[in-house]
């Protein structure tokens, strides 16, 4: 199986149980479903946001969340990976680089001159993938 058989769309609200899964995942607990949901939709309907679902005929595989902020410390918009999971089937074909590599067409119509990635301490093994993607 090679990344051609996968393709990136915009998230949509009936992405949310799918992508509840995926991000319970990533922080390893149960979320607040309720709370999620509310937070989903209102992240969804931001124009700061990008979401994104990595997909195969089943629907998605992978979620992106790139959050734009208005830091002062920047004096712009800063846009940031706070979100990534691709599933542990569908890993090793190369669905985080897809993912990635969506965001820049969005991001060249936006005011941003920075992309950063949010990587917790623990999560010691994306690191590599996150270099090899091009971020320090």
Partial sequence: MNSSRFFVREAVHVDVDRVYSFVCKLE???LKLEIFKTCFFENLRSEKNIYLAACNNDGPVGFLSYHGQSLLC???TVYKIQEMLVTE???GFEIG???IDYL?????L???SSF??????KRESTH???KKCGFN
């Fill in 104 to 108: 820049e067409p969005p991001l060249s």
């Fill in 97 to 99: 680089k897809l993912l």
């Fill in 128 to 130: 590599p993938f996150y």
């Fill in 28 to 30: 390893n607990q149960e």
């Fill in 116 to 121: 950063e990635v949010a990587s917790n301490i």
């Fill in 74 to 76: 920047y004096s712009e």
């Fill in 110 to 112: 936006r005011d941003c």
């Fill in 89 to 91: 089937n569908f890993r």
